[in-house]
């Protein structure tokens, strides 16, 4: 089973950026959709993007215009370029497929404060 390790993750303070990584074990190809996702504090983990295995992408509306999505099945892993972060931001970020498989990884901490 595809499990996936995410990376990148840190404390930045208001408007500036990140970028997220996540290596999938095995191939991504034949996995249709890929979602980055994500869960701050006592709230239910949320789908904030999705790439197609076709290139396309929708956003959750919070962060449209903000972070970008994209995929390199050449080297299995799945990244998020997150610019102009919020402190509502502020959650563990975690990749899976789209819908999502049974297994999770560990997720980064992402933190926007000042």
């Known amino acids: 089973q595809v499990q996936f390790e995410e990376s990148g993750g840190g404390l930045v303070q208001p408007g500036r950026s990140l970028r997220l990584s996540c290596a999938a074990s095995?191939?991504?190809?034949?996995?249709?959709?890929m979602g980055w996702y994500r869960q701050a504090p006592g709230k239910q983990r949320e789908l904030v993007a999705v790439i197609s295995s076709g290139g396309s992408t929708t956003y959750v509306n919070s962060v449209k215009g903000r972070f970008t999505i994209s995929r390199d099945n050449a080297e299995n892993t799945v990244y998020l370029q997150m610019n102009s972060l919020k402190p509502e931001d502020t959650a563990v970020y975690s990749c899976?497929?789209?819908?999502?498989?049974?297994?999770w990884g560990q997720g980064t901490q992402v933190t926007v404060s000042s």
């Open positions: 095995t191939s991504i190809v034949s996995i249709r959709g």
């Open positions: 899976n497929a789209y819908p999502p498989l049974a297994s």
